[in-house]
């Protein structure tokens, strides 16, 4: 007999169970059902076989690799950075730590699309027009080009993220006890020695928790694709989630949306293996 079932009894037991039953509807409505579907649909290999055939699938996948790879390691590495230029207690470092956490607190939607009209607004933009003013050259079109393009979705993408995991890595580095710090700088440890002796090593496991949860969000966020390069030029930028919304909306075929959502499955999988592993591994300390 389960251990919960030998202290509830009679009424408790019906009241228990009667609490229970709303959350456990909810749950399946709202997430066993609908994976449960999703899996359905995308259950029959000619659908695979029908993705892997167009070039504009693999190219997204190629671009998604590209995306999620160099999106989160750019932000990580420079939120890890910057989260020791905020450690300074200084006025205008707070000052300037508040500013520069705004564009994570705005919505998606009107941040991403600030970002698509900074490069393309009259007359140049503005890239081109700092890049005519100080060098004296002509600035690119950059959504005309498959990688510029990929390159403003991935600059966006680390711009709007990384002042959240520089707070976290922020919040890390404050847990740190400063003894250690004085301890290395009296048996002469220089700046660099006492980062990678001592910083590194205490916030190694909190970095790769917030990497493996950036690689896991990254790879299902279409927002900067979709509000910022748009996919230009003609499905060149396009990711696997994009890629989704045109065979369900713009071909009306929703099985094959959900088969190029479902195909990268077997990147996302271990990632989430490998957080549940190290969250349940990880004892409390950073």
């Known amino acids: 007999m389960p251990a919960w079932r030998g202290h509830l009894h009679g009424s408790d037991l019906t009241w228990s169970i009667l609490f229970i039953v709303p959350y456990a509807a909810l749950f399946a409505a709202f997430v066993i059902y609908p994976i449960g579907y999703a899996l359905w649909m ?19 996948a190629v671009n998604t690799v590209l995306f999620v790879g160099l999106a989160v390691n750019l932000q990580m590495i420079l939120a890890l950075l910057l989260s020791g230029f905020f450690m300074r207690r200084r006025r205008w470092i707070r000052a300037l730590l508040v500013i520069y956490i705004l564009p994570w607190t705005l919505p998606a939607v009107p941040a991403y699309l600030s970002f698509h009209w900074m490069f393309v607004a009259y007359p140049q933009g503005l890239p081109n027009n700092l890049l005519e003013r100080l060098f004296g050259i002509e600035g690119p079109f950059w959504f005309d080009q498959r990688w510029l393009a990929l390159a403003c979705d ?57 990497t493996l949860v950036s690689t896991i969000w990254t790879f299902g966020d279409y927002a900067p694709v979709l509000f910022v ?3 230009s030029p003609a499905f060149g930028s396009e990711v696997v989630s994009t890629l989704g919304f045109h065979y369900a909306l713009d071909y ?3 099985p094959l949306a959900v088969a190029a ?19 349940k591994s990880t004892e409390v300390q950073l």
Do not use: C
């Open 261 to 279: 959502g479902l195909s990268v499955l077997p990147l996302l999988i271990p990632a989430v293996i490998l957080l549940m592993h190290r969250l």
């Open 229 to 231: 390069s748009g996919g």
């Open 42 to 60: 995308g259950s029959d290999p000619a659908l695979y076989a029908e993705l892997l055939s167009d070039p504009r699938y693999l190219r997204a």
């Open 154 to 210: 991935i600059a966006a993408n680390v711009w709007k993220w990384m002042p959240l995991w520089t707070l976290a890595l922020l919040g890390g580095r404050m847990s740190i006890p400063q003894d250690l710090y004085d301890a290395a700088d009296v048996d002469g440890a220089s700046l660099y020695q006492r980062f990678a002796y001592i910083t590194v090593p205490l916030l190694a496991n909190l970095y790769l928790i917030s």
């Open 252 to 254: 009306a075929n929703p």
